[in-house]
């Protein structure tokens, strides 16, 4: 591993791809069971099928596209020609799966949506493994890549951000009203930002890694896995951590939307999510370095559970007694948001020590692999976490069709009284319990303390 540290221009880079490909990621987990739902209406038990099944799917294609990355050998490294193929692959997915043909309905509509995301899982798990994996392999660890892990973040964060905030507004926008064109023509931009952001990457960072070590086969490769328990802990929290946050996220459209209401909802739902957005790049740019100058890293990862528990239990009882104030809420959304920010960094942090922990438990560096099962685990996350939003909305009745509104521009149902606080508890409770269950897994599993790392640093460089 080359000693020099990493130049300006290569973490600029970086972080332009991590912006790029979250906000392709963020407008397909974000708004794809809102559009085929509520746009095209299609049935949201369908639609939660749809999206789990594609997750279970990749259960076994993440993994295998670790090997293959891990196989690589070019002139241009192992990582950047897949980040550069799945990138221009997905991007075209992604227009896809928002430009669904106007004469396909019923049936042929939910064939077309489970082949088209599938689809989308594939490819982006072709640009994403090796975009995450790379971090070891042009860092030296410690500072350096929990810096870039934090630039990188907060760059993704602020992708996440972005479509979150303006996505209802722009699509209405750009389709005079009708959601349908909207989407696609949105769709389309962000397929070509997405494209032309991982090509300054491709163009600007370069693998400082020379080990040209022996490619694993499939079986040794799951096995590694299997027997890295601090990797495996950490994919559990993170599955953990993300389910509660995309469950709230799935969730928030149709709050403002049919619970909180009005003519100008969209303008509710747009000051919200760019507050919260806001204060999550906030607490990843400042927030989290200030509270390492003074905490280690388990310490505020621990932190930031309560922080968001916390926030949970108070929007909880500002909604069980009624209490809607635009105003009042970002108060807990504050506690919230600010906490998931701090937590993807850690994770990430986290899983990428468990690399070199592997590397001193199993004799080999699993990058590609350890960083395969963050792909899969996020994703999976979104699936099963837009299984239990249409449960929530096939139940509870939200989002039925009131007319026959083109492009999903019929009329705003009022919901029940069952109906509203069934979908205010979905919201807050489910994400609470699991970020609990988090808590326990993490607190009992995991030993990676500053002092360990620092005891395994020294026990792999004695190895070598």
């Known amino acids: 591993m080359s000693t020099s540290m990493l130049s300006g221009k290569e973490k600029a880079a970086y972080g332009l791809g991590a912006f790029g490909k979250d906000i392709a990621y963020m407008l397909s987990s974000g708004y794809v069971l809102y559009y085929y739902q509520d746009t095209l209406h299609v049935s949201p038990i369908a639609m939660g099928i749809i999206l789990l099944v594609a997750r279970v799917f990749d259960a076994f294609n993440d993994p295998i596209m670790g090997v293959i990355v891990a196989k690589t050998r070019t002139k241009w490294g192992k990582f950047r020609p897949w980040l550069l193929i799945g990138t221009l692959l997905n991007a075209v997915v992604l227009y896809m799966l928002y430009t669904a043909p106007p004469a396909l309905t019923g049936g042929g509509l939910v064939a077309y949506a489970a082949i088209v995301y599938i689809m989308w899982g594939v490819t982006y798990t072709m640009m994403d493994i090796p975009f995450w994996s790379m971090i070891p392999a042009f860092t030296k660890g410690g500072s350096e890549r929990e810096g870039l892990t934090t630039l990188a973040r907060s760059c993704a964060g602020v992708g996440d951000a972005l479509i979150t905030v303006i996505t209802v507004m722009v699509v209405a926008m750009l389709g005079h009203n009708n959601d349908r064109v909207g989407f696609s023509r949105f769709a389309l931009i962000i397929s070509v930002v997405f494209a032309f952001c991982t090509l300054v990457t491709c163009l600007f960072i370069k693998e400082k890694s020379t080990a040209d070590v022996d490619s694993p086969s499939v079986k040794q490769m799951f096995r590694a896995l299997v027997q890295n328990d601090q990797a495996m802990t950490v994919v559990v929290s993170i599955v953990l951590i993300n389910l509660s946050l995309y469950i709230t996220s799935g969730l928030l459209i149709y709050f403002f939307k049919y619970d909180f209401g009005g003519e100008n909802w969209r303008t509710s739902y747009t000051l919200f999510t760019t507050f919260g957005g806001g204060i999550q790049i906030l607490s990843m740019m400042l927030l989290y370095p200030i509270l390492r100058k003074f905490l280690n890293a388990m310490q505020v990862f621990f932190a930031s559970f309560v922080m968001a528990i916390a926030g949970y239990a108070i929007l909880f009882g500002m909604m069980f007694a009624g209490f809607l104030n635009l105003y009042v809420m970002l108060i807990p959304a504050f506690l919230v948001f600010a906490a998931f920010g701090m937590l993807t960094i850690l994770t990430t942090v986290f899983l990428a020590n468990t690399v070199d922990y592997g590397e001193l438990k199993n004799h080999r560096r699993d990058d590609s692999?350890?960083?395969?099962?963050?792909?899969?685990?996020?994703?999976?996350?979104?699936?099963?976490?837009?299984?239990?939003?249409?449960?929530?909305?096939?139940?509870?009745?939200?989002?039925?069709?009131?007319?026959?509104?083109?492009?999903?521009?019929g009329a705003v149902q009022a919901l029940s009284g069952v109906s509203v606080m069934g979908l205010r508890m979905f919201m807050t409770l489910i994400p609470i319990a699991g970020l609990l269950i988090a808590i326990l897994v993490f607190k009992k599993k995991y030993i990676l303390t500053d002092e360990k790392l620092a005891e395994i640093e020294q026990q792999v460089k004695t190895a070598g």
């Not at 099962?373 to 699936?383: E, H, I, P, R, Y």
């Not at 069709?401 to 999903?408: L, P, R």
């Open 369 to 409: 692999v350890i960083f395969s099962m963050q792909t899969f685990v996020v994703k999976l996350a979104s699936g099963l976490s837009s299984f239990l939003t249409s449960v929530c909305l096939a139940v509870f009745g939200i989002g039925k069709i009131t007319d026959s509104g083109e492009g999903g521009t």
